[in-house]
């Protein structure tokens, strides 16, 4: 089963365009960006379809043109925009193509609000309703597969008392909420899906429904992150870890599930900490166009996980900004992580071994890590397109460059290697297949050292970051833990040697 996140995001998508939260911030800052969620499975079944679906469709550059099966969870507008189904028939409608057949599954009143949306000739022939109620089993065919989907009672229309992870009473004026539901596919292989959004804590009816089912994915709702008196069919981070317990307590999920959060919103912080946060949860986070890649046959989530598109990133920053574990959170979404130390062992300073020690130690224990400063050819032997690069830092780099050449005291010397070696550097970024995340202290900030050797490292640092700046897709200067997304001004100029 191959899974695409067209969208990741709650209704508002995260940044709220019209917000100006530190949570949106952050995120508009950092070139993030989520559009409402819906999942596109084996390019044949479309789950949810707001208006965001299409849009994110057409900025992934993805075709929904082999769709055969849409499933709808509810018709809330960012769930459901039921004018996909005339843009659709104007696909076809001119063009002298036959109109592939296709099957709508949504519960009774987001159905009804389909049909006027549906070409009088094509309604019952090309384009075929199915209503779903919760607790039922249907088949799914395709031109190439089948699949089985049941439906989960969500708890969408009954709020919840704060974070108590107990299902409170039916809302009356919601209809649409109330007859939201889950759902639970799994295809010709025995591969199993569970799609949870929109839903607050899991009532035991749906609890029981997911019990033993040892799923592969489980995409499930966390919309409002640390706000927690929300009293809406929703979860918070409290009722996502209840949620996420009972689910293991019933192996629903086991070891080999891979957790994502899901319809994320600006009540949640920043993605690398919601990252930081989810973790220990088992769960994480993807990138809106994430592709993940299923097996009956996988052990673990990890090896489950397939991260697309490829990436190049630049992070800036001082002293004791966050630039290592910004970094670390943006490699922390892939399939396997290469972790590339630039730093030299000194075990005569007590110091420095405390400072290595303490960045191995929060590394997830599946990263590789690689202490070398043979850069470019760490990058040429790396080249698994779902597996990221993470060098730190470009400054002791350059610090182990100079060193070797013993060209502290030539500048002309040490600016030939070290130039050299960032020209290599960049060819083997721009080439390559894998993610490149690289980190590097901002020294232009500061007063001019007082040595020489002082400022040449400043110098050559500058001037490796400006190289690599050049190349990367992506630059981000962190100042006091928060990330400032760089813009690109400098994409037609040169870069001159400092005299």
């Given at each position: 089963m191959r899974v695409r996140f067209l969208g990741t995001g709650a209704a508002s998508g995260w940044p709220?365009?019209?917000?100006?939260?530190?949570?949106?911030?952050?995120?508009?800052?950092?070139?993030?960006?989520?559009?409402?969620?819906?999942?596109?499975?084996?390019?044949?079944?479309?789950?949810?379809?707001?208006?965001?679906?299409?849009?994110?469709?057409?900025?992934?550059?993805?075709?929904?043109?082999?769709?055969?099966?849409?499933?709808?969870?509810?018709?809330?507008?960012?769930?459901?925009?039921?004018?996909?189904?005339?843009?659709?028939?104007?696909?076809?409608?001119?063009?002298?193509?036959?109109?592939p057949h296709l099957h709508l599954w949504a519960p009774?009143?987001?159905?009804?609000?389909?049909?006027?949306?549906?070409?009088?000739?094509?309604?019952?022939?090309?384009?075929?309703?199915?209503?779903?109620?919760?607790?039922?089993?249907?088949?799914?065919?395709?031109?190439?597969?089948?699949?089985?989907?049941?439906?989960?009672?969500a708890s969408h229309g009954r709020p919840v008392e704060p974070s108590s992870g107990e299902p409170g009473q039916d809302e009356p004026d919601d209809a649409l909420a109330?007859?939201?539901?889950?759902?639970?596919?799994?295809?010709?292989?025995?591969?199993?899906?569970?799609?949870?959004?929109?839903?607050?804590?899991?009532?035991?009816?749906?609890?029981?429904?997911?019990?033993?089912?040892?799923?592969?994915l489980v995409c499930i709702e966390e919309t409002f992150g640390s706000f927690l008196d929300h009293h809406t069919g929703h979860l918070d981070l409290r009722t996502f870890?209840?949620?996420?317990?009972h689910l293991a307590n019933t192996r629903a999920i086991t070891a080999r599930t891979t957790v994502i959060a899901v319809h994320l919103g600006h009540h949640n912080p920043p993605t690398p900490k919601l990252r930081d946060m989810l973790a220990p949860m088992g769960a994480d986070v993807v990138d809106d166009g994430t592709t993940l890649t299923l097996s009956?046959?996988?052990?673990?989530?990890?090896?489950?996980?397939?991260?697309?598109?490829?990436?190049?990133?630049?992070?800036?920053?001082?002293?004791?900004?966050?630039?290592?574990?910004?970094?670390?959170?943006?490699?922390a979404q892939f399939d396997s992580v290469v972790y590339i130390a630039c730093a030299r062992r000194d075990s005569t300073d007590a110091e420095w071994m405390e400072r290595i020690a303490?960045?191995?130690?929060?590394?997830?224990?599946?990263?590789?890590?690689?202490?070398?400063?043979?850069?470019?050819?760490?990058?040429?032997?790396?080249?698994?397109?779902?597996?990221?690069?993470?060098?730190?830092?470009?400054g002791t780099w350059v610090t182990a460059l100079v060193d070797d050449a013993d060209a502290w005291q030539d500048r002309s010397r040490a600016t030939t290697v070290v130039m050299s070696a960032c020209d290599a550097l960049t060819t083997a970024i721009s080439e390559s297949r894998a993610s490149v995340v690289l980190v590097s202290n901002e020294v232009g900030s500061g007063v001019v050292p007082s040595?020489?050797?002082?400022?040449?490292?400043?110098?050559?640092?500058?001037?490796?970051?400006?190289?690599?700046?050049?190349?990367?897709?992506?630059?981000?200067?962190?100042?006091?833990?928060?990330?400032?997304?760089?813009?690109?001004?400098?994409a037609h100029s040169t870069v001159e040697d400092v005299p």
């Amino acid at each position: 089963m191959r899974v695409r996140f067209l969208g990741t995001g709650a209704a508002s998508g995260w940044p709220n365009p019209y917000c100006s939260c530190s949570s949106c911030c952050d995120e508009r800052a950092a070139g993030r960006a989520r559009s409402s969620t819906s999942l596109l499975v084996d390019e044949q079944l479309l789950l949810d379809c707001g208006p965001a679906a299409l849009d994110g469709a057409r900025a992934l550059h993805q075709s929904l043109a082999a769709v055969e099966h849409v499933v709808i969870t509810h018709g809330h507008p960012d769930h459901l925009a039921p004018a996909f189904l005339l843009f659709r028939h104007w696909a076809h409608a001119h063009q002298g193509q036959t109109k592939p057949h296709l099957h709508l599954w949504a519960p009774p009143l987001a159905l009804a609000a389909c049909e006027p949306w549906i070409a009088p000739q094509d309604l019952g022939s090309r384009v075929q309703l199915h209503a779903l109620v919760a607790g039922t089993q249907h088949q799914l065919t395709t031109a190439n597969a089948s699949y089985t989907l049941r439906t989960l009672p969500a708890s969408h229309g009954r709020p919840v008392e704060p974070s108590s992870g107990e299902p409170g009473q039916d809302e009356p004026d919601d209809a649409l909420a109330s007859e939201a539901v889950l759902l639970d596919l799994e295809d010709d292989d025995g591969v199993r899906l569970l799609y949870a959004t929109d839903t607050g804590p899991l009532s035991p009816a749906a609890l029981a429904m997911t019990s033993d089912r040892e799923y592969h994915l489980v995409c499930i709702e966390e919309t409002f992150g640390s706000f927690l008196d929300h009293h809406t069919g929703h979860l918070d981070l409290r009722t996502f870890a209840s949620t996420i317990e009972h689910l293991a307590n019933t192996r629903a999920i086991t070891a080999r599930t891979t957790v994502i959060a899901v319809h994320l919103g600006h009540h949640n912080p920043p993605t690398p900490k919601l990252r930081d946060m989810l973790a220990p949860m088992g769960a994480d986070v993807v990138d809106d166009g994430t592709t993940l890649t299923l097996s009956a046959s996988r052990a673990d989530s990890h090896s489950a996980r397939n991260i697309a598109p490829r990436c190049t990133h630049l992070v800036l920053g001082g002293a004791r900004s966050g630039k290592s574990r910004y970094a670390e959170g943006l490699s922390a979404q892939f399939d396997s992580v290469v972790y590339i130390a630039c730093a030299r062992r000194d075990s005569t300073d007590a110091e420095w071994m405390e400072r290595i020690a303490a960045h191995r130690q929060r590394r997830p224990g599946h990263w590789r890590t690689e202490e070398t400063t043979q850069l470019a050819a760490s990058i040429k032997g790396h080249q698994d397109e779902a597996a990221c690069i993470l060098i730190d830092c470009l400054g002791t780099w350059v610090t182990a460059l100079v060193d070797d050449a013993d060209a502290w005291q030539d500048r002309s010397r040490a600016t030939t290697v070290v130039m050299s070696a960032c020209d290599a550097l960049t060819t083997a970024i721009s080439e390559s297949r894998a993610s490149v995340v690289l980190v590097s202290n901002e020294v232009g900030s500061g007063v001019v050292p007082s040595s020489a050797s002082g400022r040449l490292f400043r110098d050559l640092l500058g001037m490796v970051n400006l190289r690599v700046a050049q190349v990367c897709d992506k630059s981000t200067l962190m100042v006091a833990g928060r990330g400032l997304a760089l813009a690109d001004l400098t994409a037609h100029s040169t870069v001159e040697d400092v005299p």
